[in-house]
């Protein structure tokens, strides 16, 4: 069974696709859209960290999970979390560059997601195999 | 493999991917120089030739996949490459001067310096064939990306080894079937080593950094396995000397490749992420390029006097598909690097983005620069200006990217020391 990565996987990807919106927008001058598809990906990506943050992480470290992978990938929220901040200020004050912390977000995006599909969620499915369904509501809850 | 052991740490130091990469442009130059010596892209076995074509895949292309491999393993399959720094110094410093021993033996003939290089060239290959080996036996994920690893690093020590005999050969003029065994070397060392390190890599990277659809499950679940069975059959054809079978092989190869690039092309023209990006199109060009080479040889069965389109495959896959996608890489990665280990080195404030490392204008040139002496090695088998034009490309293209990657170390090293100075 592979219910926390499909379910997390395909977050990943609507975060990718709000993502994808932004930027456009941005690029091509339309500050207005910009803004409400931004606001939208910030909002899908605060609450893809809390459902893992809040949720998935201790739950994984209470069933003996791998406590370096989970510290690695808060940091990397951290780190995403700084570059949103940055994207913000940049679309307030309109600048170009926007585009080029953009393409340093989808990197550090990307390559987190990256390792938590081929790696962190395949061990939470077969460590919380059990809890799974219970897990997934309270993230769904959020 | 225990879950205590798993890394998905972003190891190692910077210094390991980025020696290999500060080099490798270096290596693009020489082998320009060399073909200026009596180059010829209509007979790729002359001494001069195989000293340039093995510059360009021995000292650019090898030295940075060798690189590139420690820095993508633990985020596509969760684990490092054991004792990072020694490995990587145990095979950068053989690798490099058993290149250039390679190329000097080659130009001057001179049996020594063939011996040495084979030594040399073994030596480093198999200290990172044997950690690659090591890593990938510990790795978490059970992925497509990991199988292709393995049958590629296994494609890479069958290569290796015949490029040793082969050089001994030479080196002691022993009669050995020269013809057959470079075919066979050719064979698995771009065949094998670098097509099944692309594909496996590309199912990951390409669906994941450029935001296009996943590869079609078919395709992912078994083309590497699918074209080391051909390389397979290509390989037991020569040895057995039953050139059908050798022949069966060799078209399976072409025509998953072929279908892999098709495929490729199709996933990036529905990418959701439509803004101009020049790794993608350095990319697409290694895409459409791969395609043209299988096209080139399965033609030149069916062609009188096809000895040139065969050559042209060669150049193409080379040149243009694996030149064209490490170009991409190298884009992506170098800038990348340098933030990251900016950002974790505790640098907070002044760090500058991606495209402040590497304007993109700079990327944008280099792509051009790439077409046209694409195009220039195409044209100077009917046209002798074009050759010229091909080298000057070539040797440019080594300094353009030379000078961009030097422009990220500096970067790192400027903003480093600000910091120090700052919080001392």
């Known amino acids: 069974m592979s219910k926390i990565a499909e379910y997390l996987g395909s977050d990943h990807q609507r975060c990718d696709v709000a993502f994808a919106d932004a930027e456009a927008a941005a690029l091509s001058g339309d500050w207005d859209t910009a803004q409400t598809a931004f606001t939208a990906f910030q909002n899908d990506m605060a609450k893809h960290f809390r459902m893992e943050e809040e949720i998935l992480f201790p739950a994984l470290l209470a069933a003996n999970g791998p406590s370096g992978p989970v510290q690695v990938m808060r940091m990397e929220h951290a780190q995403m979390n700084d570059l949103l901040d940055q994207l913000a200020d940049a679309l307030q004050a309109r600048s170009h560059s926007f585009g080029g912390i953009a393409e340093t977000l989808l990197i550090v995006m990307q390559q987190h997601n990256l390792k938590e599909e081929q790696i962190l969620y395949p061990i939470a499915d077969r460590l919380l195999e059990s809890a799974c369904d219970e897990i997934i509501a309270r993230m769904q809850a959020i | 493999m225990s879950t205590a052991q ?57 030295l940075v996949m060798l690189g590139a491999i420690q820095q993508i393993l633990p985020v596509v399959i969760g684990s490092t490459m054991p ?46 064939i044997v950690a690659a080996m090591i890593s990938l036996q510990r790795a978490a994920a059970r992925n497509t990306t990991r199988t292709a690893l393995f049958l590629s690093v296994l494609a890479l020590t069958g290569a290796m080894a015949l490029g040793m005999l082969l050089a001994h050969g030479h080196a002691s003029g022993e009669t050995l079937d020269y013809g057959g065994l470079a075919a066979l070397h050719m064979g698995l060392g771009l065949g094998g080593w670098v097509m099944l390190l692309i594909a496996g890599v590309s199912f990951q990277v390409v669906p994941m950094f450029q935001l296009t659809p996943n590869y079609p499950q078919w395709m992912s679940a078994g083309l590497t396995q699918a074209i080391f069975a051909a390389l397979l059959l290509y390989v037991s054809g020569y040895l057995l000397k039953a050139w059908p079978l050798a022949r069966i092989g060799e078209g399976l190869f072409w025509l998953l490749s072929g279908s892999f690039a098709v495929v490729t092309l199709r996933l990036q023209h529905k990418r959701r992420r439509r803004v101009a990006d020049a790794t993608l199109s350095f990319f697409r060009l290694g895409m459409a390029s791969l395609l043209c080479a299988a096209a080139f040889r399965l033609t030149s069965w069916w062609v009188a006097d096809s000895e040139w389109l065969t050559t042209l495959a060669v150049l193409t896959f080379v040149l243009g598909f694996a030149l064209s996608v490490i170009h991409g890489m190298l884009y992506k990665i170098v800038p990348f690097l340098v933030w990251f280990h900016l950002f974790r080195g505790g640098v907070t404030k002044g760090v500058p983005n991606m495209k402040e490392i590497i304007p993109e204008s700079w990327m944008w040139r280099h792509w051009w620069l790439h077409l046209c002496t694409l195009l220039a090695v195409g044209l100077a088998m009917f046209w002798n200006t074009a050759f010229w034009l091909a080298i000057f490309g070539l040797a440019a293209q080594g300094l353009l990217l030379g000078a961009g990657i030097y422009t990220g170390i500096t970067v790192y090293r400027r903003i480093l020391a600000r910091q120090e100075v700052a919080a001392p």
């Open chain 2, 6 to 62: 798993l890394s998905t740490e972003q190891a190692p130091p910077i210094s390991v991917p980025f020696r290999f990469f500060a080099l490798a442009p270096l290596f693009l130059t020489l082998a320009a120089l060399i073909l200026a010596n009596g180059g010829d892209f209509n007979d790729i076995h002359t001494p001069v030739m195989l000293a340039a074509l093995h510059g360009i895949t021995l000292g650019f292309m090898a």
């Open chain 2, 83 to 128: 004792a990072t720094r020694l490995v990587a110094w145990f095979s950068f410093l053989p690798v490099t001067l058993g290149t250039l021993s390679l190329c000097g033996g080659l130009l001057l003939g001179e049996p020594r310096f063939l011996n040495l290089a084979a030594w040399l060239l073994g030596a480093g290959f198999l200290t990172f």
